[in-house]
T-cell receptor, first 114, second 116 residues
Framework: LAKTTQPISMDSYEGQEVNITCSHN???????ITWYQQFPSQGPRFIIQ???TKVTNEVASLFIPADRKSSTLSLPRVSLSDTAVYYC???????????????FGAGTRLAVHP | NAGVTQTPKFRVLKTGQSMTLLCAQD?????MYWYRQDPGMGLRLIHY???????AKGEVPDGYNVSRLKKQNFLLGLESAAPSQTSVYFC???????????????FGPGTRLTVT
C-alpha cells in the first residue's frame, strides 16, 4: 500500500499562496493522487485529483513531477476560511481483488492567520 | 438534493449495547463506505460496498457489520459496543470507476459515538 507523508502542520497568512507537499515513494502505476479538505466536525471534502503533471481547478492546483513520488497541493491567496486539515491520498479505486487502498494519513493542519 | 445523510448525529452507548448507524445517499452512487476517525487521526475504512447486496471488509472491520439492502442505504452495526469503538463515524459514497470522471468520495456529516 502506498504510504503518504505530509507535514503535520503549516501556518500562513491571508492572501498568501500555500503549498503543501506530500511524499509517496512507493506509488503504484495505477494509483491516483487525491487531496481532501476537512473542517472541524465535518466530513472531508474533495479538492482535486491528478495522475501526472499539473491539474488545476477553481480552488487549487496539483503539481506532480515525472517520477510521481511526491505531489504538491497549491492553494492560491488563502483566506481564513481555508483553515482546515488537508489530506493527501494515494490509491486506486477499489476493489478488484482487494480492499480499498485509499489511505487517509493524519493530514496537514493548515492555520491561516489574519 | 441532500447528498449523504447520517442518522443519528450523536449517540452514547454502554459497553455491550448494540446499535445501527444509517447512511443514505440520493446521488445514485454505486459505491458506499464507512470510515471511523479517532482524535487527531485520519480516516480508517471499516467496510465498503460496491453495489446493492454486496459488502466487503476494509482496514478495521472487527466488531462491525454492514448491510446494503437498498442502493441508497448503507447500514453499520455494532453488535456489542466497546469503549475502543468510541469515535466519529463517517459514511461516504461515490460513482463506480466505470462511470466516474474523478474518484471523488462524498462524505456525510458524521456520527459521534461514545461508548462508556
Amino acid at each position: 500500500l502506498a504510504k503518504t507523508t505530509q507535514p503535520i502542520s503549516m501556518d500562513s497568512y491571508e492572501g498568501q499562496e500555500v503549498n503543501i507537499t506530500c511524499s509517496h515513494n512507493n506509488i503504484a502505476t495505477n494509483d491516483y493522487i487525491t487531496w481532501y479538505q476537512q473542517f472541524p466536525s465535518q466530513g472531508p471534502r474533495f479538492i482535486i485529483q491528478g495522475y501526472k503533471t499539473k491539474v488545476t481547478n477553481e480552488v487549487a492546483s496539483l503539481f506532480i513531477p515525472a517520477d510521481r513520488k511526491s505531489s504538491t497541493l497549491s492553494l492560491p491567496r488563502v483566506s481564513l476560511s481555508d483553515t482546515a486539515v488537508y489530506y493527501c491520498l494515494v490509491g486506486d479505486l477499489p476493489f478488484s481483488g482487494g480492499y480499498n487502498k485509499l489511505i487517509f494519513g493524519a493530514g496537514t493542519r493548515l492555520a491561516v492567520h489574519p | 438534493n441532500a447528498g449523504v445523510t447520517q442518522t443519528p448525529k450523536f449517540r452514547v452507548l454502554k459497553t455491550g449495547q448494540s446499535m445501527t448507524l444509517l447512511c443514505a445517499q440520493d446521488m445514485n452512487h454505486e459505491y458506499m463506505y464507512w470510515y471511523r476517525q479517532d482524535p487527531g487521526m485520519g480516516l480508517r475504512l471499516i467496510h465498503y460496498s460496491v453495489g446493492e447486496g454486496t459488502t466487503a471488509k476494509g482496514e478495521v472491520p472487527d466488531g462491525y457489520n454492514v448491510s446494503r439492502l437498498k442502493k441508497q442505504n448503507f447500514l453499520l452495526g455494532l453488535e456489542s459496543a466497546a469503549p475502543s469503538q468510541t469515535s466519529v463515524y463517517f459514511c461516504a459514497s461515490s460513482y463506480s470507476p466505470r462511470v466516474a470522471v474523478t474518484y471523488e468520495q462524498y462524505f456525510g456529516p458524521g456520527t459521534r459515538l461514545t461508548v462508556t
